[in-house]
Each structure stands twice: as structure tokens, then as C-alpha cells.
Antibody, heavy 118, light 107 residues
Framework: EVQLLESGGGLVQPGGSLRLSCAAS????????MNWVRQAPGKGLEWVSS????????DYADSVKGRFIIYRDSSKNTLYLQMNHLRVEDTAVYYC???????????WGQGTLVTVSS | EIVLTQSPATLSLSPGERATLSCRAS??????LGWYQQKPGQAPRLLIY???DRATGIPARFSGSGSGTDFTLTISSLEPADFAVYYC?????????FGQGTRLEIK
């Protein structure tokens, strides 16, 4: 059974950093494209970042480009999102999601809440 | 960036009725469009991909249609569990974008 478990969310001040983790089980992370999608409180879904099956090519939303980095650790079967220079508008539940083929989001974690506030 | 516009914003229907949700793209996305269902406090769930293919385990009452810029999600006969928020998503062009959502509520 595919499972994704996010962690690492919390309260951080503007300008701070946070690293989110997404531990995968039931499948090998290296065999799939992986993604981060976020949802601000009471708002819709926003794609944040994707890394392709090779782990070499990554894409980012303009709103996070240059501040966030997506990467994975094959030995831990875990996906990460390093978030730097955080802004109030980054406050959201962050979901990791697996793409089985094309860039749809087939399986989702339960999400982790990031709150950026002074 | 491709903008997806969903309509209506809110749809009020009764169980057993047919629901028709619309998603319009600002430029052609071919058939590279998906639909998701999200219930309160839960992660979204993929329903439809490539405009009309049902994801694994999705009941046959959910169907998708359309291509180019106009797409429809149809729920043939609403069940109580279907009342939720629905999002469309395109993967035709980077960045990946979502519609703003349609809330399907019980009348």
C-alpha cells in the first residue's frame, strides 16, 4: 500500500527556514516523479514543486523559485522540501504527492501545516 | 501560465440528482486535465486524469469529458459522500495549475 507521511511543519518567523520531509512506503521513491502541493487556510490548491523520475530535473512555482529546493534521499526513501526566506504568504498545509505517470497527483500524504508569522 | 476557471463556484443539489461541473482553460491543454475531490480535513483524491480516464477505484458514476479548453466532470447520481469541493488541474504546460474549485453542497 502506498503511504506518504509528511513532517517538519511548524511555526516560523518571516525570513526563517524550514525543511519538510515526506517519508514514502509501499513503493520506491526513485521510480516516480514526486511533488509538493500546498493549500493556504480556506483556499484552493497551489502546485509548489516537482522533481522528475530521474531526480535531476526539478520545477518550481514562480512564487517559490529561488527560495525552495526539492530533493530526495533514496537511501531513506524520503522526499524533502527545503524552504528558505519564508514569507507570511507561504503559510499553508503542504502535501507531498506521487505521480504514477504523467504529472497528475495520484497519491497524497495527509499534509503538514507551515505557519509563517512573527 | 494557464488559468483554469471553474463554474459554478457553488452547486446545490440533492442526493440522486446529476451534477455537472465545468472547467475552462485560458488556452488549449489538449486532454491533459485531471479532476480531484477534496473533503474537509482531508487530502485531495484523484478522480479523473487525461480528461476522461477514471483513476483506480473511482466509481463509474464519475465521468469526465472535453478537450482543448472546455471540460466537464459529471456525477450521474449523487450520493451523500460526493458532497465536497472539486478541483480541476492541467499538466499541459508548466507551471502546473489548478482551478479555484467548485463546492458541491447538499440542497
Amino acid at each position: 500500500e502506498v503511504q506518504l507521511l509528511e513532517s517538519g511543519g511548524g511555526l516560523v518567523q518571516p525570513g526563517g527556514s524550514l525543511r519538510l520531509s515526506c517519508a514514502a512506503s509501499g513503493f520506491t521513491l526513485n521510480n516516480y516523479a514526486m511533488n509538493w502541493v500546498r493549500q493556504a487556510p480556506g483556499k484552493g490548491l497551489e502546485w509548489v514543486s516537482s522533481v522528475d523520475v530521474t531526480g535531476v530535473s526539478a520545477d518550481y512555482a514562480d512564487s517559490v523559485k529561488g527560495r525552495f529546493i526539492i530533493y530526495r534521499d533514496s537511501s531513506k526513501n524520503t522526499l524533502y522540501l527545503q524552504m528558505n526566506h519564508l514569507r507570511v504568504e507561504d503559510t499553508a498545509v503542504y502535501y507531498c504527492a506521487q505521480s504514477m505517470g504523467a504529472y497528475y497527483f495520484d497519491y497524497w500524504g495527509q499534509g503538514t501545516l507551515v505557519t509563517v508569522s512573527s | 501560465e494557464i488559468v483554469l476557471t471553474q463554474s459554478p463556484a457553488t452547486l446545490s443539489l440533492s442526493p440522486g440528482e446529476r451534477a455537472t461541473l465545468s472547467c475552462r482553460a485560458s488556452q488549449s491543454v489538449s486532454n491533459y486535465l485531471g479532476w480531484y475531490q477534496q473533503k474537509p480535513g482531508q487530502a485531495p483524491r484523484l478522480l479523473i486524469y487525461d480528461a476522461s480516464d477514471r483513476a483506480t477505484g473511482i466509481p463509474a458514476r464519475f465521468s469526465g469529458s472535453g478537450s482543448g479548453t472546455d471540460f466537464t466532470l459529471t456525477i450521474s447520481s449523487l450520493e451523500p459522500a460526493d458532497f465536497a469541493v472539486y478541483y480541476c488541474q492541467q499538466r499541459s504546460n508548466w507551471p502546473i495549475t489548478f482551478g479555484q474549485g467548485t463546492r458541491l453542497e447538499i440542497k
